[in-house]
């Protein structure tokens, strides 16, 4: 069964802010992030989008765009 998690990321607020996803090998997993300014939807069509994401053990995962998107959700 895949696990989906999404995060509400807002420009007014600490968009750093953290939040623990446990993941396990061989987990099938869909991230779903929804930006928003001021509670406002942001259209991110045709912009570039990077992921980070920071593993237990300190490595970086990095991706620029091969997302699916919509206009505010990624």
Known sequence: ??????????FQRDIRAQR?????????ITLEF?????????NIEGQTV?????KSDG????????YTKDINII
């Open 50 to 54: 990077r992921l980070f994401i920071k």
């Open 59 to 66: 490595t970086i995962l990095y991706q620029v765009d091969n």
């Open 34 to 42: 929804r930006i928003y300014d001021d509670s406002v939807p942001v």
């Open 20 to 28: 623990e996803v446990v993941i396990k090998e061989q987990d099938s």
């Open 1 to 10: 069964m895949r696990k989906k998690y999404r995060f509400d990321l807002d």
